[in-house]
């Protein structure tokens, strides 16, 4: 598997988030993806962004178009330094949230995603990586 | 300060959201949206979204809001024009947006809230039928 290209977009402020969409989006675009699929991966990208930024205080998201064999597919790595998340597996429960939102956002990234993996340990940030297969 | 226009028409409130909006642009919109419900006095709320390429769960909360509390302040809202592909992904991601009325085009959702406002006027001992609100 090749990485194709690849590129890093910070994510410190509510207009991030929303340059993340319209980056996921082009490059969805790019790759090929159907319309349906392009809108489930810029809406994951949109859960993700947010959390990086509201819950882990701001981060980065990775951008990268992989390559294996004939296939192309859009991972993407949202990482932060915030404050962790002690027990993964009840944040990706539907309806947990540690702050007002609907608690959607985690395990809706995970349904909406071909690939998912979660990294995280409390005090030492988070790390939320997601691939979308064409 | 970036806003969404809302516009009057009648007893009714529109809302037409043509940008990618971010988190606080859509709390704006929704702070505005309930101060202008009671400033007007509106009957209804039309919320196009047809130029929406992403519902993601906040905006989807921002849609819930705005339904239950224009109902709470006497006023139906109607969501309009979402596109197929944001309905799939809407509720893979978990939300039905249930509460929250919706339409395939503002001429459908201008009948809903009519018809709406028609039965609230009709109901014997409600208020008279021009509309008018004894203050």
């Given at each position: 598997m090749a990485t194709v290209r690849?590129?890093?977009?910070?994510?410190?402020?509510?207009?991030?988030?929303?340059?993340?969409?319209?980056?996921v989006r082009a490059w969805s675009v790019e790759i090929g993806f159907s319309l349906v699929d392009?809108?489930?991966?810029v809406s994951a990208a949109s859960e993700l962004a947010r959390n990086t930024l509201v819950h882990g205080g701001g981060g980065t998201c990775e951008?990268?178009?992989?390559?294996?064999?004939?296939?192309?597919?859009?991972?993407?790595?949202?990482?932060d330094q915030g404050p962790g998340i002690a027990d993964v597996e009840q944040a990706l429960k539907d309806g947990f949230t540690s702050g007002n939102g609907l608690g959607l956002g985690l395990g809706g990234?995970?349904?909406?995603?071909?690939?998912?993996?979660i990294r995280s340990q409390p005090g030492a940030g988070t790390q939320v990586q997601i691939v979308r297969w064409k | 300060m970036e806003r969404i226009p809302i516009l009057k028409m009648g007893p009714f409130l529109l809302v037409s959201i043509q940008v990618d909006m971010h988190d606080r642009l859509a709390l704006t919109l929704q702070d505005d949206l309930?101060?202008?419900?009671?400033?007007?006095?509106?009957?209804?709320?039309?919320?196009?979204?047809?130029?929406?390429?992403?519902v993601d769960s906040f905006i989807g909360r921002m849609l819930g809001n705005i339904a239950a509390m224009s109902r709470v302040l006497d006023a139906e809202t109607v969501v309009v024009g979402m596109?197929?592909?944001?309905a799939i992904t809407l509720v893979e991601l978990g939300m039905s947006l249930s509460g929250v009325r919706t339409a395939l085009n503002v001429e459908r959702a201008m009948e809903m809230l009519q018809a709406s406002l028609a039965v609230s006027t009709a109901i014997p001992g409600g208020e008279p039928a021009n509309g008018h609100r004894p203050d």
């Open positions: 690849t590129e890093k977009l910070p994510l410190q402020t509510p207009e991030d988030v929303v340059r993340v969409r319209q980056a392009q809108t489930k991966v951008m990268e178009i992989l390559q294996a064999y004939t296939r192309r597919g859009l991972r993407l790595t949202f990482v990234a995970r349904r909406l995603s071909n690939e998912f993996e | 309930t101060e202008q419900i009671v400033r007007h006095r509106a009957r209804g709320v039309l919320i196009d979204i047809s130029a929406l390429e992403v596109r197929p592909a944001v």
